[in-house]
């Protein structure tokens, strides 16, 4: 059977910034073509489409990820069952632990956590609270078994492609069907420091000079290579319907394209748009072309830029790659603005980002369809 990946490169400029921190506060970085690297963590840019998608999907199609599920599930019995309100945490904590969910009875006038992070579906949710609420109506407990199946159907988008690990209950772990590389700059770059005085606006005493306080805030400014994948065949298995996996690829490529992580962002104000993005279908596996980079673009003394080298090094490596293992992509888009990224429209159909990603989905809907 013949699969369908989608790989998507993005080169992205962004200005001085501090999008992921380290432990001390610095802006995260990697050596790689033997010089040091800016680098945006995968778990970083993760979050910042989950939190896109909110305004891409409707709630249906998301889920939340939260220690506090108790909490969750007791909200929406409240709301099926108002009379049940003062019974909701214990209500939740029934259902949870008929799921193997939750192994410990809460502290008093607690609600039930889980002792990590929990992934769960909005649908999920909700189906789990109707289980409490009507094992309520019956005087009776929740099955184990149908409480199982409610937090292991209808999962949402999210979870599909990011996947579910839950350690205490193996059985209902989700494949993730999206990888995400850590982002890097193509370049080297050296972290600096931005040295800060704030004013105390009650310090009217002029004898009295000075600043209310002072420091200092790192930050670097890059051309970064950004690249995802997503195994649309998992995809289509973990959601069951076509219809959700082309809503799925769709609200990613835009997401992906146009999220940024919010380290820092009211001190840089760094939002800025990818130069060019490639999307890429092909049907044998997905190929990271961040060998584009192994070899830094761009001197120390070299002022004229690094985006329409970085575009040129891109094109002329997937070209490289392409010739060398005879992957040629069953279809390539691409998205690129001005003159400086023209390199890469070689490499595939050019068009607007809205109107590549309605070219994705149509195509992975005819891919899907014609399965077996």
């Not at 298995?237 to 992906?256: C, K, S």
């Amino acid at each position: 059977m013949t699969r369908s990946i989608i790989d998507v490169h993005i080169l992205h400029t962004v200005p001085p910034s501090n999008l992921n921190r380290d432990d001390s506060g610095s802006p995260k970085t990697a050596m790689y073509g033997g010089v040091r690297r800016a680098r945006v963590s995968s778990q970083a840019w993760k979050r910042a489409v989950r939190l896109a998608f909110e305004e891409i999907l409707n709630d249906a199609d998301l889920g939340e990820r939260t220690k506090r599920v108790g909490e969750a599930i007791a909200a929406r019995i409240s709301g099926l069952e108002p009379a049940l309100a003062g019974q909701a945490a214990t209500l939740a904590t029934g259902v949870l632990k008929a799921a193997g969910l939750v192994k410990k009875e809460p502290k008093k006038d607690k609600q039930a956590e889980t002792d990590y992070l929990l992934f769960l579906s909005h649908r999920q949710q909700q189906r789990l609270a109707e289980l409490a609420v009507q094992a309520a109506h019956e005087d009776t407990t929740v099955d184990a078994r149908t409480a199982r199946e409610a937090a292991n159907t209808a999962h949402s988008i999210d979870i599909a492609m990011f996947g579910r690990m839950v350690a205490d209950v193996s059985d209902i772990n989700v494949d993730a069907a999206v990888q995400v590389a850590h982002a890097i700059s193509v370049h080297r770059v050296e972290n600096e420091f931005d040295y800060f005085t704030a004013v105390d606006d009650r310090k009217y005493d002029i004898q009295e000079s000075g600043a209310g306080m002072i420091g200092t805030v790192e930050f670097n400014s890059s051309t970064l290579y950004r690249y995802a994948t997503i195994d649309v065949d998992r995809l289509h298995d973990t959601l069951g319907d076509p219809a959700a996996t082309r809503r799925a690829v769709e609200a990613f490529l835009q997401a992906y394209a146009l999220s940024m992580p919010t380290g820092k962002r009211n001190t840089f104000a760094n939002g800025t748009r990818p130069d060019a993005i490639v999307v890429q279908l092909r049907d044998t596996r997905s190929i990271n072309l961040v060998g584009a980079f192994e070899e830094p673009v761009g001197r120390a003394d070299d002022t004229s830029g690094r985006v329409a080298q970085a575009a040129r090094a891109l094109a002329t490596y997937t070209a490289e790659v392409h010739d060398a293992y005879g992957e040629t992509p069953a279809a390539s888009w691409v998205t690129h603005v001005g003159d400086r990224t023209r390199d890469l429209a070689t490499l595939g159909t050019v068009l607007p980002l809205n109107q590549l990603t309605e070219a994705v989905g149509a195509t992975i809907a005819g891919r899907i369809g014609s399965r077996p």
